[in-house]
């Protein structure tokens, strides 16, 4: 009898280890960062029409971007281009470029703890970087009706938020997914996640009374966004435009960071803004 309750105490004590590691380390899980500084768009980039500029968050950071002018026709609309959880603003110069290329104004920023950027990421830091992208592309001349947001994965949740607290013209949501508490479930034993995940980007609540017009890509070979929340979350939005799946299409394929996603962006911008 003795012997099991030892056994039993060291099984808890070992578990509760267990769940106090992944609660303290879950967000070198769920962002992986290259906190590299990729440096000025000139030298990145030779030849885009670009410009490095400082955002300021409410909480006092001061994150580095880049803003990509037009080479297509001026469509005088900005694209405010939210990226997933991995690397940094230099692999996002791709699809920069294609928005570009249909007159777009894009500003790309890395989060705090991205691309050089202080700061610890977080989902609270994430919406205030990204509401300090939304102030600086006002602050330029890009009103409201003339914006678009762009999210990527995990910031698909970062726009879905976003356009809550500061509502633009029309979002393009790419793998995006209910919440990240489902996107985990489907990794790992969901009571577990349930219990401890901590950052939770509740896109389907945050989007319930939205009156922003919405565009939802997903691919149905996504390994690590399940389809099904991306359809999910596409009908639970009441303002949803247009809903696109390609057949075939992992989460970091080629095909989003080119010519087709711009394409579906500027779609958006003839369809939403005079």
């Known amino acids: 009898m003795r012997r099991a309750v030892v056994v039993a105490a060291v099984l ?3 578990l509760g280890g267990l769940v106090g590691a992944a ?3 879950q967000r070198h899980l769920v962002y992986v960062p290259d906190r590299s500084d990729p440096g000025t768009v000139s030298r990145a980039a030779p030849g885009v029409h670009g410009e490095d500029v400082r955002l300021e968050t409410a909480d006092g ?3 580095d971007a880049w803003l990509i002018r037009p080479t297509g026709a001026d469509r005088d609309v900005a694209v405010l281009y939210l990226p997933g959880n991995g690397g940094n603003r230099a692999g996002r110069l791709d699809v920069g470029r294609a928005l570009a290329a249909e007159g777009l104004t894009v500003l790309l920023l890395d989060y705090r703890g991205f691309g050089g950027n202080p700061g610890v990421p977080g989902e ?3 919406v205030a970087d990204a509401q300090a992208g939304a102030a600086y592309l006002r602050s330029v001349g890009f009103a409201p009706e003339r914006t678009l947001y762009v999210g990527e994965s995990i910031g698909t949740g ?5 356009a809550v607290s500061d509502p633009p013209a029309g979002i393009v949501l790419r793998s995006p997914f209910t919440s990240l508490v489902d996107v985990g479930s489907a990794h790992y034993p969901r009571v577990l996640v349930e219990r401890i995940l901590r950052d939770r980007f509740e896109s389907a609540r945050h989007l319930a009374d939205s ?3 919405v565009v939802v890509l997903s691919g149905d070979a996504d390994d690590i966004v399940p389809a099904e929340s991306s359809a999910a979350l596409a009908r639970s939005v009441g ?3 247009r809903e696109v799946v390609l057949p075939g299409v992992g989460h970091n394929d080629a095909v989003w960071f080119g010519p087709f996603l711009a394409e579906q962006v500027a779609a958006l911008a003839d369809d939403v803004i005079e």
């Open 12 to 14: 808890t004590a070992v």
């Open 23 to 25: 609660w303290f380390g």
């Open 61 to 63: 950071l001061e994150l």
């Open 124 to 126: 609270d830091g994430l």
């Open 158 to 162: 970062v726009t879905a938020r976003l």
């Open 211 to 213: 009156t922003v017009p």
């Open 239 to 241: 303002t949803l435009h």
